[in-house]
């Protein structure tokens, strides 16, 4: 993880140093600057700046090196317990082909009448996903 931070603090840095030369070089060269040019190479260094300000949160936040990131730990030493999930449930497929029915009637044309119908599909499939456990063979 450490080296990682290292990488995104360095070409943070190259990108800022890197637009200064893109726009010192294009002042020089045409009179003027090119913004377009400019501002990506800058806003670039920016998210090069994000990405490392947010890998070393979280190498702070966990504390060292984890279980998962050892090359000679087992697998027995992780945490076990990953939450309850269910193999057989229908529910998250019927949500998303009801969520992509609403998006494409708004991406196509903004065809109001398939977003207009297939917007049950989503609520059902939310309420089914959320409430699989309650009915059925399957109840607590």
Not at 42 to 57: C, D
Not at 68 to 75: G, K
Not at 106 to 132: A, Q
Request: overall charge negative; some cysteine.
């Amino acid at each position: 993880m450490k080296s990682n931070i290292f990488i995104f603090w360095l070409l943070t840095a190259y990108f800022l140093l890197l637009a200064s030369v893109y726009t010192v070089w294009n002042l020089i060269a045409h009179g003027y600057i090119e913004w377009a040019g400019s501002t990506t190479i800058l806003l670039s260094g920016g998210l090069t700046g994000f990405i490392a300000f947010y890998l070393g949160l979280v190498k702070r936040k966990q504390g060292g090196v984890l279980i998962e990131d050892r090359l000679e730990a087992d697998i027995d030493d992780g945490d076990p317990e990953l939450g309850e999930f269910s193999p057989w449930s229908w529910w998250p497929l019927f949500l998303a082909f009801g969520a992509s029915m609403v998006v494409l009637g708004m991406c196509v044309g903004f065809n109001f009448w398939l977003s207009f119908l297939t917007l049950p599909l989503v609520i059902v499939g939310i309420v089914g996903w959320v409430y699989e456990y309650y009915r059925g063979n399957f109840a607590r």
